[in-house]
């Protein structure tokens, strides 16, 4: 089952705007979320994460914000830049989740963005 | 500096030989990851690494991959008589917990990509 989805497989976005990545979850024991890029040939990149005690972070252009309730998170950027082509996947873990921490990830959503 | 490093970057092998992947953490990270990603596909747990013990396996890791981290520093995964549905992306994450800490941040390696011909 896949308990972590990213119902998008692709974005397109002009440079200077908001790009809006969705991921659902299923699981409520999940307490912690972390978004990654993903260039081709390259590992994850983390760019940003949030608590389930928290509903949004913010790191510069990137904003992820949590609906606990509607098991959603959502990535922000803004402004779009074209340096921001990639693919973005969501995870999921938990201390209540699981000890080990392993992530669930989503299966990625890519993001172009056209100057 | 450093990040989580990886060896090699490719390789490609021949059904029914054997590989290995190395990965080296980041130094004071007490916790190693393994995981696996095909074509369109987020990656997938493998097994993780407390220093030296290794606490969890999915059930993903046939009996033909045998992971180690012989001295809680780099570790390596093995994979016997390779199949052409081994072919995926390994890539190798690391992060550091305290015990009864909160979840950790995990940093990636660049992956090692592996072809089974």
């Known amino acids: 089952d896949q308990q972590v989805k990213q119902n998008s497989p692709s974005l397109s976005v002009q440079e200077g705007r908001i790009s809006i990545?969705?991921?659902d979850y299923t699981n409520s024991m999940f307490d912690y979320f972390l978004w990654y890029k993903k260039y081709p040939a390259e590992g994850p990149t983390f760019l940003i994460s949030i608590s389930s005690i928290k509903d949004k972070n913010e790191d510069g252009?990137?904003?992820v914000f949590?609906?606990?309730?509607?098991k959603h998170l959502s990535l922000h950027i803004v402004p779009s830049q074209p340096g921001d082509s990639a693919v973005y996947f969501c995870a999921a873990s938990g201390v209540l989740y699981n000890?080990?921490?392993k992530l669930i990830f989503g299966q990625g959503t890519e993001l172009s963005v056209k100057p | 500096d450093t990040g989580v490093s990886q060896d090699p970057r490719?390789?490609?092998?021949?059904?029914?030989?054997n590989v290995t992947f190395r990965c080296d953490p980041i130094s004071e990270h007490n916790r190693l990851y393994w995981y696996r990603q095909t074509l369109g596909q987020g990656p997938e747990?493998?097994?993780?690494?407390?220093?030296?013990?290794?606490l969890e396996k999915s059930r993903l890791?046939?009996?033909r991959f045998s992971a180690e981290r012989p001295k809680g520093s780099f570790s390596t995964l093995?994979?016997?008589?390779?199949?052409?549905?081994?072919?995926?992306?390994?890539?190798c994450a690391s992060s550091y917990r305290t015990s009864g800490g909160p979840t950790d941040t995990q940093y990636f390696g660049p992956g090692t990509r592996l072809t089974v011909l």
């Open chain 1, 66 to 70: 949590l609906n606990k309730s509607a």
């Open chain 2, 45 to 54: 747990f493998l097994t993780y690494f407390q220093n030296e013990a290794q």
């Open chain 2, 78 to 91: 093995e994979i016997q008589r390779t199949e052409q549905g081994d072919s995926a992306m390994y890539l």
């Open chain 2, 10 to 17: 490719h390789k490609i092998t021949k059904r029914g030989q």
């Open chain 1, 21 to 23: 990545l969705n991921c």
């Open chain 2, 61 to 63: 890791l046939s009996d």
């Open chain 1, 61 to 63: 252009r990137f904003t």
């Open chain 1, 99 to 101: 000890q080990g921490g």
